[in-house]
């Protein structure tokens, strides 16, 4: 079988060997098209491909038409919004994505983006402390359960809300569970937002829910851009000079956030998974997938149906 590794952004080099190493060990052959700049060049080595692993990289039907005998596409990382899934299932190809392999990385970045807020962003003049606030998190997956260990450390007071993890799942990793999204910003000082962009969720943080938060009181977004109301954020952080809000996604180019100095931050680009180990795990998840789907016809981690 051919196993195309399809990225725009590379693997680093150690995950490229590692996932090497997984399919020739396989008996599979591995094909790298790296730095592609135009999306001809993707059709064209996708057509004798029968395995895909992509990272940020499309997978639309027109990926899909071009590629003939392809059987399974797997993004390496949790989010897998830019592969089309109903165009995969109408062309029988098993989607899948990698869950857990850069939660770490990416509640790390949570602590990283939230000390850099109550310090004032480093400006010179007196903050606060994490210890002692009470942290929202919104969906416990993953990331949101990294986030909550994480927090323990700190020593926060730490709640949660998943519409899908039962209370007492939450309420047994030693997190008090509330009953809805509003009760998690009426309650908490903090809000994590870890929750997936869907037709429920795209733009559910808005004007009214965060206006629930507490005096002080700090957003955090490392989950998807489409889940902000950024029209409805802005127009709350410029009713109230009290409120952060920092991500490590870039707005739309209209979303005039940098008005707000000392009370906004994003990084340049999206920086959750951006790290050695979350990078290798990924990769080399991908390619065990790939050979367990194979060898097994395993096809635990697809997402569509």
Do not use: W
Not at 201 to 209: D, G, M, Q, V
Not at 225 to 233: A, D, F, G, S, Y
Request: with cysteine.
């Amino acid at each position: 079988m051919k196993v195309l590794v399809a990225t725009e952004k590379p693997f680093a080099s150690a995950a490229v060997e590692g996932i090497r190493k997984e399919v020739v060990a396989a008996g599979n052959e591995l094909v790298l098209l790296e730095k592609y700049t135009e999306k001809a060049q993707l059709l064209d080595a996708v057509k004798d491909a029968d395995a895909l692993i992509i990272r940020s990289d499309k997978v639309d039907a027109e990926v899909l038409d071009a590629a003939k005998q392809l059987k399974i596409v797997v993004r390496a990382g949790a989010g897998y919004d830019n592969i089309d899934l109903a165009a995969a299932t109408a062309h029988n190809v098993v989607a899948e994505n990698t869950p857990g392999q850069n939660a770490n990385a990416v509640a790390e970045l949570v602590f990283g983006l939230l000390v850099f807020a109550v310090r004032n962003f480093y400006n010179g003049k007196s903050g606060s402390e994490l210890k002692g606030k009470k942290l929202g998190i919104l969906a416990f997956g993953n990331v949101g359960r990294n986030v909550a260990r994480i927090a323990a450390g700190f020593g926060m007071d730490v709640y949660a809300y998943d519409a899908y993890c039962p209370a007492a799942v939450i309420e047994q990793a030693g997190v008090h569970a509330v009953e809805n999204q509003d009760a998690l910003f009426e309650t908490c000082d903090v809000v994590s937002l870890h929750i997936p962009a869907t037709a429920e969720t795209k733009e559910s943080i808005n004007y009214a829910l965060v206006n629930k938060m507490h005096k002080g009181g700090i957003l955090v977004n490392t989950a998807r851009k489409e889940v902000i109301n950024e029209t409805e954020l802005i127009k709350l952080l410029g009713d109230r000079e009290d409120l952060k809000f920092v991500t490590d996604i870039k707005p739309d180019a209209d979303a005039d956030f940098a008005q707000f100095e000392g009370r906004y931050f994003s990084t340049p680009k999206k920086m959750g998974a951006q790290t050695a180990e979350a990078n290798i795990n990924a990769g080399i998840a991908a390619a065990k997938q790939i050979n367990a789907f194979f060898k097994d016809g395993d096809t635990k981690f697809q997402v569509n149906k």
